[in-house]
């Protein structure tokens, strides 16, 4: 199963988040600096759920017998063949609108030049973060995670940043239709965006 939470919601499962943030991007070939629980829960994720159209989307495990249900999410869905289930979170993606100003979208317009930002950079959807724990990777749980994540949002074009080098990440994000901008920002990072206006591979 696949809830969509608001910011409300968010807050609620926050620690469980930061839980599966550490564990994705600390596993071994990420060792991921960021991957620090605490500062998750209690810094990064409460400064982006306040932003314009946060949207979060959280994948769970399937919900052991005899326990009672989660019940945060103010939406769901059943996804055919992928981790269905109320238990323990697997997974998760969020994003919001992004705006000059932001530094992440300040960030990525001084590194792309005023050209590209001017096309792609204020009033975009900025996917923040997909995670997913080591031991349900390669289930198809990213892709149903990033599918429902873009699903219906205000935003004609979305924006993120991943690794630069070849990596799982990448590779899903080529499959779903996102578009490489920009090989090497500079700091090890590529831009990839996608323009929802456009039909994927036209």
């Given at each position: 199963m696949i809830d969509v939470f608001d910011r409300v919601a968010a807050h609620d499962v926050a620690g469980e988040l930061g839980e599966v943030f550490a564990a994705a991007f600390g596993a071994?070939?990420?060792?991921?600096?960021?991957?620090?629980?605490?500062?998750?829960?209690?810094?990064?994720?409460?400064?982006?759920?306040a932003r314009d159209d946060f949207k979060l989307v959280v994948a769970r495990l399937p919900r052991p017998v005899g326990t009672p249900p989660a019940g945060n999410g103010v939406g769901s869905l059943d996804v055919a063949g992928v981790m269905g289930g109320?238990?323990?979170?697997?997974?998760?993606?969020?994003?919001?609108?992004?705006?000059?100003?932001?530094?992440?979208?300040?960030?990525?317009?001084a590194a792309i030049g005023p050209e590209l930002?001017?096309?792609?950079?204020?009033?975009h959807f900025e996917v923040v973060e997909l995670a997913v724990l080591p031991a349900a990777q390669g289930q198809g749980l990213g892709t149903a995670l990033m599918q429902e994540l873009m699903r219906d949002l205000p935003n004609r074009k979305a924006l993120l940043t991943t690794y630069a080098?070849?990596?799982?990440?990448?590779?899903?994000?080529?499959?779903?239709?996102?578009?490489?901008?920009?090989?090497?920002?500079g700091w090890g990072s590529a831009l990839y965006g996608m323009d929802r206006g456009v039909p994927v591979g036209s």
């Open positions: 071994p070939g990420y060792d991921d600096e960021r991957a620090d629980a605490q500062r998750f829960a209690g810094e990064q994720l409460p400064t982006h759920a109320s238990g323990p979170i697997a997974g998760f993606a969020y994003g919001f609108t992004g705006h000059l100003g932001q530094w992440w979208s300040d960030r990525v317009a930002a001017a096309e792609w950079i204020g009033g080098d070849d990596r799982p990440a990448p590779r899903l994000y080529r499959r779903l239709g996102w578009q490489l901008l920009v090989s090497d920002l």
